[in-house]
Nanobody, 114 residues
Framework: QVQFVESGGGWVQPGGSLRLSCAASGSIFSMYAMGWYRQAPDKERESVASITSGGSTNYADSVKGRFTISRDSAGNTMYLQMNSLKPEDTAVYYC????????WGQGTQVTVYS
């Protein structure tokens, strides 16, 4: 069974940057597309970025031009570079395959404040 471990979150002022990392077990990167999701208090989980095993990417309109997703298939590691952060980016960020599976990691908290 695949496992996900997210890291890299923290507190940052608006306009700042963070880089999130996701470690995944198995050969998931060579078999499935992967994605970053986020969930803010009192809101449903939403997809923010995705990447295929071949490197094709897609982004939610709210983060286009600010976030960059990348992955290392050999190391089973995925990244989310977040620039020009806004308060509305505050959420717990998770990684998973696409289509997502029932098991979710702990997530990593991103808090943007002034």
């Amino acid at each position: 069974q695949v496992q996900f471990v997210e890291s890299g979150g923290g507190w940052v002022q608006p306009g700042g940057s963070l880089r999130l990392s996701c470690a995944a077990s198995g050969s998931i990167f060579s078999m499935y597309a992967m994605g970053w999701y986020r969930q803010a208090p009192d809101k449903e989980r939403e997809s923010v970025a995705s990447i295929t095993s071949g490197g094709s990417t897609n982004y939610a309109d709210s983060v286009k031009g600010r976030f960059t997703i990348s992955r290392d298939s050999a190391g089973n590691t995925m990244y989310l570079q977040m620039n020009s952060l806004k308060p509305e980016d505050t959420a717990v960020y998770y990684c998973n395959r696409i289509p997502y599976i029932s098991y979710w990691g702990q997530g990593t908290q991103v808090t943007v404040y002034s």
